[in-house]
């Protein structure tokens, strides 16, 4: 944080495959240190850092396919541990990019052990995957009305062609 304060910004030293950041933890996947950036920016009222550690972690998201998602199901508990659902962007935003990668996330372990100890955030993932499916329904009838419209203006067109 003090050097976000200094210079506007922060970066990730890339530490080395297997270092451990502090005795006795686990390494810190990025998705857990944005959202301890997060977390700490929301904490003290430093706007500017939640809206960069939210941009940082949307941007991890591209690799989620590569890394798999023991790091993001993490940080998905820590923002449900340390945050309520109605001040949480990151949490609102983490759930629906679970959301949208649903077949990366139903295979979990995590996710499995997140749906039997029936903690909120997997109601909350599925809920979203819910709202997700619905709004792709919705978009697929929207385009079969388009083309039904498409194919009664082709077939109008067709019966003029021959009607001259």
Known sequence: MIKYMDRGDFS??????GTILSEGSD???????FTRVYLTANKYGVSSLETLGTDRFKNETDKLKDSGVSGFMESIKSL?????????ALRELAVQIAASHADQILASKEFTSMEQQNESAAGDIKNEM?????????????????????DTAMDRVKRSRKED
């Open 12 to 17: 990730l030293a890339e530490p080395e495959v």
């Open 27 to 33: 390494i810190l996947s990025p998705f857990a240190l």
């Open 80 to 88: 449900y541990k340390n945050t309520s659902g109605s001040e949480c």
């Open 130 to 150: 819910g709202r997700l499916i619905k709004r792709q329904k919705d978009e697929l009838r929207r385009r079969d009305s388009v083309l039904e419209e498409m």
